[in-house]
């Protein structure tokens, strides 16, 4: 039996798009490196007989390294976004009695008793930050502790800096979360087809960052949430403001419908929400967390980074409109560099033409003369319509 030769489109959106998101995510070498410098945290957190012992610390990422949808840092003359991985440090302590303050202390003394790690350390108002400036990353420590009002013990509760030394009871110094089942959330929407369970066990002290998965293999909401996360770097850069990834996680999350290519995976969702602007205004729209409904996600957004966000939206629109339509080679540059950046954009027009040139010197490039376009074949012969095209080896004939 005779196995039927592959066809694969090559110069389509989602060539381009896919490109720009292999080069937006983590390299090997930086995934590898936050992974080592989590582990590390996280050993020296829960080693036996310290001091935080006693309240049986464990230690597990939440957001975007949880999720899959870290970009990697950026710059743009003197300013640059960092990447970092988020981490919860959750002790067995009882919020009814016990202070997030407390806490906080315990958690940020135990880091402090490592040298390299107490001249690293800033106390943030939300966590316990570690900078590695010189590699654009950080590594958040977010003390936290079981919530006891969840029968089943997932959701926690984060330090709530802004009730501290107010006099107030102790567990209303907390507030609460749900990485977990938000991670979960967002998975069931990347496979729409099929719900998982939400209730992820945490079995070791330390647990496991997933792995940095290909491009190849990735889910299309992970591709589409990058490529917001990246526009909001490059369109936000330097401001006080922006949209949470969160926010944008869970716009893109909401208006996902399964597609399974990039390019249309974006439309689909860059239109809802567009939608979604455009049914709220002249209000803002509001975008509730889905593991806590009462949260209203877009509301941290000031009035200004909100009209900016808008518009990013409807640039965003553009944009692929343009890389979807007939093109010339500037539309198509412009059109990228807007999506992507202009690094970013150049390295993904030359990968792509890097496989149109490699795939030609082995005679694998064909054209399909009823549908348009450049194709490549796994092998150099006639198959669903598509004429290979001869190799150009530049010899002049005899």
């Not at 800033?122 to 010189?134: D, F, M, Q, V």
């Not at 909100?306 to 500037?330: E, G, H």
Request: charged share 25%; net charge neutral; hydrophobic share 35%.
């Amino acid at each position: 039996m005779t196995t039927k030769a592959k066809v694969t489109k090559i110069g389509t959106p989602d060539d381009y798009l896919n490109a720009i998101c292999a080069l937006i995510g983590l390299t090997d070498a930086q995934f590898g490196k936050a992974v080592e410098r989590y582990k590390g945290v996280g050993k020296h957190l829960t080693e036996r007989e310290s001091a935080l012992d006693r309240i049986a610390p464990e230690v597990f990422p939440q957001g975007s390294m949880l999720i899959r949808t870290t970009v990697r840092p950026m710059r743009l003359g003197k300013d640059s976004v960092p990447f970092d991985l988020d981490s919860v440090c959750r002790c067995a302590v009882n919020p009814e009695t016990t202070t997030s303050q407390t806490l906080y202390g315990k958690v940020e003394s135990r880091l402090r008793d490592n040298a390299d790690f107490a001249r690293r350390l800033t106390a943030e108002p939300k966590c316990l930050r570690l900078n590695y400036e010189s590699d654009d990353f950080y590594l958040d420590v977010v003390p936290a502790c079981k919530d006891p009002s969840d029968p089943e013990g997932i959701r926690i509760l984060i330090p709530n800096r802004d009730k501290w030394n107010k006099g107030l009871q102790p567990v209303e110094t907390w507030r609460r979360t749900d990485p977990l089942r938000f991670a979960a959330w967002f998975e069931a929407q990347c496979e729409v087809r099929r719900r998982l369970n939400e209730n992820r066990a945490l079995a070791a002290n330390v647990s496991p960052v997933p792995p940095n998965d290909s491009i190849a293999v990735q889910a299309p909401l992970r591709r589409v949430t990058k490529l917001l996360k990246r526009q909001r770097d490059i369109d936000f850069l330097g401001d006080d403001y922006q949209p949470t990834s969160i926010l944008l996680t869970t716009l893109a999350g909401l208006h996902y419908r399964g597609e399974s290519g990039t390019a249309d995976a974006l439309e689909r969702v860059l239109d809802g929400i567009s939608a979604q602007i455009q049914a709220a205004s002249p209000n803002r729209i509001v975008v509730p967390n889905p593991t806590d409904p009462a949260e209203d996600l877009a509301k941290p957004m000031t009035a200004e980074a909100y009209v900016k966000f808008c518009t990013m939206i409807d640039s965003m629109q553009r944009r692929l409109a343009v890389l979807r339509s007939p093109r010339t080679p500037t539309d198509l540059g412009e059109s990228l560099k807007g999506l992507a950046g202009p690094r970013a954009a150049s390295a993904a027009s030359a990968e792509v033409q890097d496989r149109v040139e490699r795939s030609s010197e082995r005679g694998l490039v064909g054209i399909d003369f009823a549908a348009g376009g450049l194709n490549i074949l796994t092998e150099p012969k006639y198959t669903q319509g598509v004429q290979p095209v001869r190799p150009n080896t530049h010899h002049l004939d005899a």
